[in-house]
């Protein structure tokens, strides 16, 4: 709690002491951070508990899960567009974080409340995505707009560190009501309810808005959207954001792919997924502090290497324990360079009027390229078999490596342009 | 403090209460005693089930055949999932708090003989006609990478060799007669023949359902035909129950038929209800199901296994029916 206990610390204006003392970021990226902490904990407690809620609880068979999932990923990444033009434009991203938190909390509350019915629980879960989608812009933005544009990386990646640790958190919460209450899911319904609650608390309590920082009227418009979009370095974030989500194939590919590969039973793949996100855990502050000094698109493109490396390595000459070891190692490390780096990179080219719409615009087109990247990739598993497939995607991964660098370099140029910009603007 | 720290104190005291009192709440929802008594499962004119029932549930419990409005016997051991035959019998049940789970292998008298660990939430299981192979199918999800998505995995188990297929996905594949590889595979709901090595399941690929038949010994699955999900073979190996999605759209729900294996002949049962459970041969001319009532509560009902007559209530607060005779 030390670290959130800052009031004045947050934003810009905090002095360079001051911020030494905790990694040279202000106070404001750590309370969002912890919102982060708390609020996986929260959603992690749900996500471990829900299949055998839905399973033993209210006995639902494979095709109503399909039901239960749905396609709401769709409607959430036009949502999460929508959220982020709102925030810049009402200036209150702080206020529409907040809402997609909210929604968030409330959803937890709604699963107990839907009982049985198929439609309502699907109706739940789209309302916690929903809050999802509409956070995660914002928030980002605000980290941005908390931080000097040198320390992005190192933000982004102490953020993201915290983000996991919650994610570690929240099963282990889970299991813990399950056995304290004789395996009462509605005890870890209102429980991740109130720990989600908890999260919005210190997001109204801790975090500070930027509002006061934004320029006047009329610069966020659906003309100026245009323009951003008009913006070569955006366009091309953009670009680089939706091939990257091109040619990732997912992490349930990968586990698959190495279950098959070295036969484990099945009761390895959940900790496939927990040696991930170790490495991650672990990595993405490291890797954050190294963007800030050496470059984010060298760290960006060395992840993206390391993507390789993961696909030739699936079915590579090496096997064994430490096949599993170095391929879920370099899984980690390519999202601690490429997930909050990403974000660092594009941070300066946006401008802080248009921040979270530009973001979301980024995040939303690396989601979408995604989704398509899976059924691309599933076709392929089924026409060219899993070996072959996975080489492709790694040869494609490294064309994209080049392309990105070509796209980015540019934009890498801007950024630090702009860089001295702001950095004039903050001594002015 | 300040006043904002002294907000976050408060503010965490009262939402920790909240969760503590809810929790403790939860534990004071106290089951009424009931007397356990020791069940036997050898062949005779009895169902064998799941108890829903406040009283007992989750209790492994045995109503008569003949006459199964009558009081029930119910029995100390607790199960997800419960099945039975030729006075063996298998219960899937938690070994832990959370997502490992065990499919407990029993004798006649409910004795726990073997306990095999299963990764995923339990569904369905069976066992063939001797007793011998074991069946089971879980869920496994809850890992964010896969975004909460859902899939299964079903194995089996022969008790005589120990020779398990851990999941249905490692066998080779045929589609409508050509050898098929896909990551979107899905296998659940095996039922066994008297051969001890031919078996039905549903499989699931590119959102189709079919129909295969496994060949245990050879470790292959063949598709023999569509949207049939949860398959229940007949004794006499002629026919399978089961249960197929309204229209093909899982979301309308789903009725249950009767497919005569030989012919292709399929009978629309009496019940009209969407059932979600793999129906059970209660004899050569009933079939067996549970229908949900909600809130973790369902009854099974009975219905004529050609399409005629309609669907009587046979065990209320009561799911998983296993005849025993």
Redesign the interface.
Known sequence: MSTIDRPHSGGDDATPSRRKAFFLLSGNVFALGAVSLVTDISSEMMTAVLPVYLVVGLHLSPAAYGVVDGTYTGATALLRLIGGYVADLTRRRKFIAGLGYGLSAVAKLGMPAAGSAVGAIGAVIAVDRTGKGLRTAPRDALITLSTPPRLYGRAFGVHRTMDTIGAFVGPLVAIGILAATAQAYDAVFVASFCIAAFGVLILVLFVRDHRDEQPVNGAVSPRSLGGLIRLTPVRRLVAAACLAGLVTIGDGFVYLLLQQREHLSVSWFPLLAVGTNLSYLVLATPLGVLADKIGRLTVVLGGYTALVLVYLLLFGPFGGTALLVVVLALYGLFYAATDGVLMALAGPVLPKALRTTGIALIQTGQALSYLVSSVLFGLAWTLWGPANASRVAAALVAVAVVVIAVLLRGVQTAGTAEDVAEAAEEHA | M?R??V??LL??LV??A??IG??VF??TRAQPAVAYEALNISPGPRILFRSTAAESKGHVAMVSAVDPGAARAVSKLEC?RVAAAAGSGICLR?DG???TFQAAILDADLTVTREI?L?????RTRLSGDGRLVAWTV????????N??????A?LVDLTTGDMI??LEFLAVVVDGRP?????L?F?GITFAADDNTFYATM?TDGR?YLVRGDIAAKTVRTIAQNV??PSLSADGKRIAFKS?VDGD??KG?RLSVLDLASGVRTPLAETRSV??QPAWLDSNTIGY?V?R???D?DIWAVPSDGSGSPRLLVPHA?SPAALG
């Not at chain 2, 909460?148 to 995995?153: A, D």
Request: proline letters at 7%; hydrophobic letters at 35%.
């Open positions: 300040n904002r720290t907000s976050a503010g965490a939402l920790a909240i969760a809810y929790g939860t534990g997800l938690p708090p959370l997502a660990p990764v995923g939430v339990p569904n869920f496994v999800a809850g890992d964010s990478y896969n909460g998505r859902f899939s299964t995995r194995g851990d999941s098929y590889t896909a990551a979107d899905n659940w699931s359902r999900e949860c999605a899982p979301a789903w979600d459970d549970a949900s909600g809130g973790g369902a799911e």
